[in-house]
């Protein structure tokens, strides 16, 4: 059971905007910035949005990422075959001595 | 550019102890910016983060794994180190190095390629 809670799975077909939802609390998504990860299939993760909607040098401006409250959201516009993949929320978590946290990820498949 | 390599024995013993190396290149650990992270991820399963080590030894750990869990630094080699004791199957997974600042801030911007390790007898 992961402290941030994201769908098992999204899907969309091919130009389309998709949007994965990622829920926590105060202590977490409420308190500190989120960061997204993409991981295709039989890959490391990479860095796709950090500080809630900073895009790192290269990735498309088609990716954008949200907060509000103890939510945050990733939105996909203009979706593409090679947009199929893993999708991983994260965050710090003030709690106890403080600790990053993932959220359980989200299968996109792109039909 | 930095880039991350982690190395160690791919099949450990249950109950033994299970140890793996992380050499950055590129860059020096001991730059002061960064956070030095291990994150796991058993087989089909997600993202689980282990804890992190500022360059002056300073860790952060995973409280689920905290325990068990040890994480260290060698600046001279610029390597850092992670060592997981009592191990069980459910300790398989890949295992990935990544570079991550204070909270998360700037997200974890590097990574290894992983490293699978198996525990069985």
């Known amino acids: 059971q992961s402290v941030l809670t994201q769908p098992p799975s999204a899907s969309g077909t091919p130009g389309q905007r998709v949007t994965i939802s990622c829920s926590g609390s105060r202590s977490n998504i409420g308190s500190n910035t989120v960061n997204w990860y993409q991981q295709l299939p039989g890959m490391a993760p990479k860095l796709l949005i950090y500080s809630h909607n900073q895009r790192p040098s290269g990735v498309p401006d088609r990716f954008s990422g949200s907060k509000s409250g103890t939510s945050a959201s990733l939105a996909i516009s203009g979706l593409q075959s090679e947009d199929e993949a893993d999708y991983y929320c994260a965050t710090w978590d003030d709690s106890l001595n403080g600790f990053v946290v993932f959220g359980g990820g989200t299968k996109l498949t792109v039909l | 550019q930095v880039q991350l390599q982690e190395s160690g024995p791919g099949l450990v013993k249950p109950s033994q102890t299970l140890s793996l190396t992380c050499t950055v290149s590129?860059?020096?650990?001991?730059?002061?910016?960064?956070?030095w992270s291990w994150i796991r991820q058993p087989p089909g399963k997600g993202l689980e983060w282990i804890g992190y080590i500022y360059y002056s030894g300073n860790t952060y750990y995973n409280p689920s794994l905290k325990s068990r869990v040890t994480i260290s630094v060698d600046t001279s080699k610029n390597q850092f180190s992670l060592k997981v004791r009592s191990v069980t199957a459910a300790d398989t997974a890949v295992y990935y190095c990544?570079?991550?600042?204070?909270?998360?801030?700037?997200?974890?911007?590097?990574w290894g390629q992983g490293t699978t390790v198996t525990v069985s007898s």
């Open positions: 590129g860059g020096s650990i001991s730059s002061g910016d960064y956070y």
């Open positions: 990544a570079r991550d600042s204070l909270k998360g801030y700037y997200g974890m911007d590097v």
